[in-house]
């Protein structure tokens, strides 16, 4: 990143969290149970979907897979993102690698939690195989 930015988001980093929390109204409660509701809704739909089929539109791997794994696959950090290798971005940001073991004691409960529940469900485990399974290949 050029010394330009970093210098930009170093002095503004203090407005740019309260300016995100403020617009995305991350300190209530209710917004976030709500939040909570609808991400489960749609892990529940793409379970159903997965139950029927091997991909969420069918037998075959679509465009659909691919976006949802990349939405969901920043959810699941100590087995894709911050993995030893890590398998997000292609292995891009080298020090995403390994960071969960490096984190584990700061790492929040409830998040963990999430992210156990998570990968625990069809859609966590079919988000984990596809970035095994599909990662560098393309599709045609």
Known sequence: MPLGHRAILLVGRLFFKHAMRAA??????D???RR???MDEI??????ALEEQPFLT???????????CSLVAPLLASSIVFAQPSRYANGRFASFSGAFERLAGEWPRELLEFEQHLANRPCGRFVERMY???RNKRLV
């Not at 069918?58 to 949802?68: A, K, L, N």
């Open 58 to 68: 069918g037998p075959e791997p679509s465009y659909v897979d691919i976006g949802f």
């Open 132 to 134: 095994r399974e599909w």
């Open 43 to 48: 892990f529940a739909a793409a379970d159903d």
């Open 31 to 33: 917004v976030r149970d």
């Open 24 to 29: 995305f109204d991350l300190t209530s409660d």
């Open 36 to 38: 909570r509701r609808l």
